[in-house]
């Protein structure tokens, strides 16, 4: 049986690494000069996440992207570890794996969790403060920008003490926001959003959310028990129940 590394144990030191992680995102960025690389971040079974990246010799986006699918347990070996510059995005992990036309890749199982996330209370974001364990209630302020090659949507979220927060997603992932809203508008809709970014608006000094690109997701209504919590406390209902659950992948 083979002997598997934490997430939180790899450095640059060795390449022997043998690891068991979950597929949790795959995306592609656009590089300087052209064309664009694929990433992805992972997590074990211990709730460490790194982001992985494919190097960019000609032909291995293409036998990544086929071989790793989101949501999918892999046993993974040969790769290199390298430090991240900084700013590191949304891991909490100072390291990022490089797949090589080393890399073995094969499929296993792994622990069933709902999701990997850690909800973060806006308001506490608001404040500076990141040690919530909440998801995130959407507010009815959905709308597509005018005039807008790219699309984006504007939109606020509203927490348990009625303030909010405006976020803004560009792209493909404001379109899937605007479909979404349509189908789910009519009752009080909950959002659970990950790998966001905060920022301040530079005019005000405001915090705002906005996406990070094709790593944010977001999921309404979401068939998880810290969504039931935060309805029934919103609600002030004794079991969380909400008129409709629909499961979203992440």
């Not at 510059?85 to 891991?91: I, Y």
């Not at 794996?97 to 890399?103: A, L, V």
């Not at 920008?145 to 803004?168: H, N, Q, Y």
């Amino acid at each position: 049986m083979a002997n598997f590394t934490r997430i939180a144990e790899l450095s640059p030191h060795r390449n022997d690494y043998i690891i068991r992680v979950k597929i949790l995102k795959k995306w592609k960025e656009m590089i300087f000069g052209g064309g664009d690389i694929l990433s992805f971040l992972l997590v074990d079974e211990h709730g460490e996440k790194i982001p992985a990246k494919v190097s960019p010799e000609i032909g291995l986006n293409d036998d990544f992207d086929f071989n790793l699918h989101e949501g999918h347990w892999m046993i993974i070996s040969g790769f290199i570890v390298e430090l991240t510059p900084p700013p590191s995005l949304f891991s909490e992990n100072n390291h990022t794996i490089i797949f090589t036309e080393d890399t073995d890749l094969h499929v296993s199982t792994g622990v069933h969790q709902d999701h990997y996330m850690e909800f973060k209370d806006y308001t506490d974001i608001k404040n500076g403060v990141y040690n919530s364990h909440r998801p995130i209630v959407k507010d009815h302020n959905f709308r597509l920008a005018p005039g807008k090659k790219t699309s984006r949507v504007m939109f606020t979220i509203k927490g348990l003490d009625g303030v909010t927060l405006e976020c803004k997603a560009y792209g493909v992932l404001a379109d899937q926001l605007y479909d979404k809203w349509w189908y789910h508008g009519t009752t009080e809709t909950f959002i659970t959003m990950s790998d966001w970014m905060v920022y301040g608006e530079q005019r005000t000094g405001e915090l705002k959310i906005k996406d990070a690109g094709g790593i944010s997701r977001f999921e309404f209504n979401a068939d998880y028990q810290d969504v039931y919590d935060f309805s029934a406390e919103y609600f002030n209902d004794s079991d969380g129940s909400v008129e409709e659950v629909v499961v979203v992948s992440p």
